[in-house]
């Protein structure tokens, strides 16, 4: 069988692919040797910037089929129909480091989710914690800088980690997962997912409720010790990556069943706690888990650069029946996820095949800019509206509109009866059994031994304590134990 010709980027034939052209035997290259030229400065651009976070990920495609009806709460097509199924691609991801950093690390996990609804593309941008360090999004650029490698020593620091937690005492709640046994999952598939923020769903009858995603695994939950997880990371860096890899391949098609946490509308502003932020759960014996469906992975991706680091997800990518709640830190994730993807693949990120829709096809007046693949007819009008047959506006609102009152400015959330930020850090840690307590409190204490200034772990131990005298109590003393040994 002749193999396909070896031509340049513009189609023209190789003669040579093993020496470059030169002026005579052993004499200097030529500059008109077209093709050296495009095979060198192909390979000077073959990397683009990795995510700012999130950049260490793996995917698969995969299919979400509904098991039970959730039309009373949303008009959703792809989830209006008992049986029905929707092609999906997922991300998962460590959150802190770089691309080259191992997958076996104590960080949250990324669980980013799109689906190819017939109404267009839905993302759901999640993580594997219910919760977050922050509430709002103006923190969120300091907070993974103190997460981030320092600019001078070139590595994660204690000092900085532990230095913005002790001057946010809402990340309590989220330290005390990450800290725990679910701080370092034993692969992808042994972990949950969560949607972490509050969404609003819509009915056919415009009826407004609050929700909250929870993707249960089917694998069982498996978490890893840190000397596991230190000893993973050293024999395999890829090691999650491997797992999901070869689970797929072998057939095993990795699974999890979809349940939504439902609040009417009406019970938001008078709940104990602000229900919108992102620093706290809701108890489900208030609202319990409702069971939706079950999202299964079935196909690697042919190519992890074309695919799983070119996808991108954007939390304003709702389908009629979704929309945004009041959840100050989705507020801000609504611009700054598709603005990262306008700067790290271009503003046409949208026509690559893996975020393309599939299932719907986009229409709109966007043209140019880097990149630009779509056509169109040679007639096409790029504005609207328009006298001709161009695509036109539906009328129609994804979501049910919320009332808003006051005035402009900076604002604290407004108050709720139980909106302090350590009680349900303090819930957490009394739900773990001593074993679970022990290794938590090992965890912090190796982190929190390692700060150099005083009044930063002090304050850090002060929010243990606000959450429970016990932790706060068992933290100091192994702090203290490691500092004099």
Same mark, same amino acid.
């Given at each position: 069988m002749s193999k396909p010709t070896l031509t340049t980027e513009s189609g023209a034939p190789i003669? *040579? &692919?093993? &020496?470059?052209?030169?002026a005579g035997i052993g004499g200097p290259l030529l500059l008109q040797d077209q093709h050296l030229l495009e095979k060198l400065a192909r390979f000077n651009r073959e990397r683009? %910037?990795? $995510?700012v976070v999130h950049a260490r990920g793996s995917g698969a495609y995969g299919y979400f089929e509904v098991t039970d009806d959730v039309s009373a709460y949303t008009h959703a097509h792809f989830l209006g129909e008992v049986g029905r199924r929707t092609e999906t691609f997922i991300r998962f991801s460590t959150v802190a480091d770089n691309l080259g950093g191992p997958d076996a690390? $104590? *960080?949250p996990r990324g669980f980013a989710l799109k689906f190819y609804t017939e109404e267009g593309n839905y993302d759901l941008v999640g993580n594997n914690t219910p919760v977050f360090f922050i509430k709002d999004p103006l923190k969120f650029p300091d907070f993974i800088h103190s997460q981030k490698r320092d600019p001078f020593t070139g590595k994660q620091e204690p000092d900085n980690v532990w230095d913005f937690w002790a001057h946010s005492p809402e990340a309590t709640h989220q330290v005390t997962w990450l800290m725990g046994d679910r701080g370092i999952p034993a692969s992808y598939r042994h972990m949950n997912g969560y949607g972490s923020h509050t969404y609003q769903w819509t009915n056919a009858d415009g009826e407004v409720f609050f929700v909250k995603y929870h993707f249960k695994t089917n694998q069982g939950i498996r978490c890893l010790s840190s000397e596991q997880g230190a000893e993973l990371? @050293? +024999? *395999?860096? &890829?090691?999650?990556?491997?797992d999901l890899l070869q689970s797929i391949e072998r057939g095993a098609r %990795?699974?999890?069943t979809l349940h939504v946490q439902v609040m009417p509308a009406a019970d938001a502003a008078d709940y104990r706690f602000n229900p919108f932020d992102l620093t706290k759960v809701w108890p489900h014996k208030d609202y319990p888990l409702q069971r939706v469906g079950r999202l299964v992975l079935d196909r690697n991706p042919d190519n992890v650069f074309a695919e799983v680091e070119q996808a991108a997800f954007s939390p304003n990518n709702f389908v009629p029946g979704i929309g945004p709640s009041p *959840? +100050?830190?989705l507020q801000g994730r609504l611009f700054a996820y598709a603005d990262a993807h306008r700067y790290r693949l271009g503003v046409n990120h949208t026509q690559l095949a893996v975020n393309a829709p599939k299932a719907a096809k986009a229409a709109n007046y966007g043209r140019d800019g880097l990149m630009a693949s779509n056509a169109y007819d040679r007639h096409a009008k790029n504005y609207e509206p328009n006298s001709y047959d161009g695509p036109a506006e539906t009328g129609a609102a994804l979501s049910a509109? $919320?009332?808003?009152? @006051?005035h402009t400015g900076t604002h604290e959330a407004p108050a709720h009866s139980k909106d302090d930020d350590f009680f349900q850090a303090g819930e957490l840690y009394r739900l773990m059994s001593e074993e679970e307590k022990g290794r938590l409190v090992a965890n912090i204490a190796g982190g929190l031994s390692q700060v150099s200034h005083e009044a930063v772990v002090e304050k850090n131990i002060a929010h243990f304590s606000a959450a429970d005298t016990e932790y706060g109590q068992r933290v100091e003393d192994a702090v203290r134990a490691l500092q004099e040994g």
């Open positions: 003669a *040579d &692919n093993q &020496n470059s052209s030169s683009i %910037p990795e $995510r690390a $104590r *960080d990371a @050293g +024999k *395999d860096p &890829n090691s999650h990556q491997t %990795p699974s999890w *959840d +100050k830190m509109p $919320r009332p808003v009152t @006051g």
